[in-house]
T-cell receptor
Framework: NAGVTQTPKFRILKIGQSMTLQCAQD?????MYWYRQDPGMGLKLIYY???????DKGEVPNGYNVSRSTTEDFPLRLELAAPSQTSVYFC??????????????FGPGTRLTVL | GNSVTQMEGPVTLSEEAFLTINCTYT??????LFWYVQYPGEGLQLLLK?????DKGSNKGFEATYRKETTSFHLEKGSVQVSDSAVYFC?????????FGAGTRLTVKP
């Protein structure tokens, strides 16, 4: 049972390049999330999904896209990388069976630098 | 809107000292409240949670009580250990809205 896995661990992009951050979970969780964590700041929700084929915007969605074709995978796409997207990105999942007590399980993160 | 304000760090304590990290929240409804911990190089892990007023969450010697009258969820531990050194995040959840505080870095010295 690997939990939540993310690839790559580190990446450096040039301005205007695109890339996909991969996230997978093996806990059969319905809910999946993408967050970014800027230095000295808390996590901010980018997008989330409540099940395969269903996604919705979080607090800071601009510049990102997501898809959820399977229960296990929730990739995050950056189309035109900008320096403001330099951050650490965390993927998380939860069962979603009862939102008030729902525990999120986090991946180890992807550190992205845009130069 | 919903938000979380957390005590700024860093906090440095000696082993066996008492720990308090303050957290207050603003919410339009009645959220669930959480404390997460992040060890170096890792993702966040749930430390404890509380889902309604006056609930006390506890785990590994840490405690926090959901205080509706003061909109607070302060984290406490009676005797910290070196292994407690980490960044602690207060968070709230109201339906699908998740908000995190900025995090408080705790360093415990032997």
């Amino acid at each position: 049972n690997a939990g939540v896995t993310q690839t790559p661990k580190f990446r450096i992009l040039k301005i205007g390049q695109s890339m996909t951050l991969q996230c997978a979970q093996d806990m059969n969780h319905n809910y999946m999330y993408w967050y970014r964590q800027d230095p000295g700041m808390g996590l901010k929700l980018i997008y989330y999904s409540v099940g395969a084929g269903i996604t919705d915007k979080g607090e800071v969605p601009n510049g990102y896209n997501v898809s959820r074709s399977t229960t296990e995978d929730f990739p995050l796409r950056l189309e035109l990388a900008a320096p403001s997207q330099t951050s650490v990105y965390f993927c998380a999942s939860s069962s979603g069976s009862q939102l008030s007590t729902d525990t999120q399980y986090f991946g180890p993160g992807t550190r992205l630098t845009v130069l | 809107g919903n938000s979380v304000t957390q005590m700024e760090g860093p906090v440095t304590l000696s082993e066996e000292a008492f720990l308090t990290i303050n957290c207050t929240y603003t919410a339009t409804g009645y959220p669930s409240l959480f404390w997460y911990v992040q060890y170096p190089g890792e993702g966040l892990q749930l430390l404890l949670k509380a889902t309604k007023a006056d609930d006390k969450g506890s785990n590994k010697g840490f405690e926090a009580t959901y205080r509706k009258e003061t909109t607070s969820f302060h984290l406490e531990k009676g005797s910290v250990q070196v292994s407690d050194s980490a960044v602690y995040f207060c968070a709230l959840r109201y339906n699908n809205d998740m908000r995190f505080g900025a995090g408080t870095r705790l360093t415990v010295k032997p």
